[in-house]
């Protein structure tokens, strides 16, 4: 009796041990409150869904982004919108409290960085490439990318327990062609979760219905209704696979890449772990095999 004891409670641990082992742990770097979730909403539903962890990090608190809001009063707007949308979202949303429009690549900002991806015992890092038309972006970039290879080094940041393995490091993708166009390595059908990741934008109220709308010259035809703010984000936010992402899309997905509309893409970083495709088939299990 205590030897079958024994072996099941051996079967038990191993069994336990596999499951957590086989948790992927992602973590998404944004400048401001919204800008995770759009470059990676969809990916994110995907993965927890299956089980996997998320964690979106805002670097700013968002209180410049407004007309007629600022200071301490839109960043506690912003704070609120980002806890909601993690609810959406099914991930962890961490918001730091550094100031919209101020964001400097600083030490003290690196490490901030460095102990969030240690924190998390990431695998997977995913962040805006350093060249963009707004300056947190860019300098978000530049602190992850400076995190990319400190995260293994026990003496900095030396109260946070360094990783045993570098994670892989990903761009977000963008329009900017200068010095040198995103490239798709990673391309994620979104399609069965569209309507979720629109439905969790939307918890960015003030962003998406105040004042994005107002840069661009449009508030006025921001719809009242839900359903219709809900279309309106759908048609603004659709991101259907252009040439280069198709042909990645054919890659992981094979025939079936024709048919998907709406889509993710992501491009390796040269700094962290350079995986396999199999390897990014188990970080990415959504991916598919032809």
């Known amino acids: 009796m205590k030897s079958l004891l024994l072996t099941f409670i051996l079967l038990f641990t191993f069994h336990l041990c596999n499951a957590q082992t086989s948790t992927v742990n992602v973590i998404v770097f944004g400048a401001h409150p919204d800008d995770c979730d759009s470059d990676a909403g969809g990916t994110?539903?995907?993965?927890?869904?299956?089980?996997?962890?998320?964690?979106?990090?805002?670097?700013?608190?968002?209180?410049?982004?407004?007309?007629?809001?600022?200071?301490?009063?839109?960043?506690?707007?912003?704070?609120?919108?980002?806890?909601?949308?993690?609810k959406r979202f099914g991930v962890e949303y961490t918001v730091l409290d550094n100031h919209d429009g101020e964001l400097m690549p600083t030490l003290e900002n690196r490490l901030k960085v460095i102990r969030e991806i240690r924190k998390w015992n990431a695998d997977v890092v995913i962040a805006p490439r350093p060249n963009d038309y707004h300056p947190d972006h860019r300098y978000t970039g530049i602190l992850v990318q400076d995190a990319a290879y400190m995260v293994i080094v026990p003496n900095v940041a030396a109260d946070t327990p360094p990783l045993k393995k570098n994670p892989v490091f990903l761009y977000s993708e963008d329009r900017f062609q200068r010095p040198n166009p995103f490239k798709p390595d990673i391309v994620v059908a979104i399609d069965a979760v569209f309507d979720q990741k629109i439905y969790a934008l939307a918890a960015h109220e003030s962003q998406f219905f105040e004042w994005l709308p107002w840069t661009s010259g449009n508030l006025e035809k921001v719809p009242i209704g839900e359903q219709e703010r809900l279309k309106m984000l759908a048609n603004w936010r659709s991101n259907a696979p252009n040439k280069a992402a198709l042909a990645a899309l054919k890659k992981w997905y094979g025939d079936k890449a024709s048919e998907i509309k709406h889509v993710e893409s992501f491009e390796i970083c040269e700094y962290g772990n350079q995986p396999t495709d199999e390897e990014l088939r188990k970080l990415f299990p959504m991916l598919q095999k032809n």
């Open 44 to 86: 994110a539903i995907l993965l927890a869904r299956m089980g996997h962890r998320v964690k979106f990090v805002s670097l700013t608190n968002g209180d410049a982004g407004h007309y007629n809001k600022g200071g301490g009063t839109l960043a506690k707007i912003r704070f609120a919108e980002a806890e909601e949308a993690g």
